[in-house]
């Protein structure tokens, strides 16, 4: 998607905290806040208390996608 395009559908708000490295949550529930195909760059979730999840465990250090199915293979080394 060109950086115009996404512009028109998403907004300037959302380019802004992409620029900045300010992670974007989009919540599925809401149908009126966002009206693009999946942006490889944002953090979907289902509902607003996933969100809150999302946003405690990022808080606390933990990156998404190691929340999220499916979960990578674990590999365990012996020291």
Not at 15 to 42: T, Y
Not at 66 to 77: D, E, I, S
Request: with cysteine; hydrophobic share 45%.
């Amino acid at each position: 998607m060109k950086r115009r395009d996404f512009l028109k559908v998403v907004g300037a708000p959302h380019q802004a905290c992409l620029d900045a490295g300010i992670p974007v949550i989009v919540v599925r529930e809401n149908k009126s806040c966002l009206n693009v195909p999946e942006h490889p760059k944002f953090i979907y979730v289902e509902n607003y208390i996933e969100a809150a999840g999302m946003i405690m465990a990022m808080k606390a250090g933990v990156h998404p996608s190691t929340v999220r199915r499916p979960l990578a293979h674990t590999v365990v080394r012996k020291a």
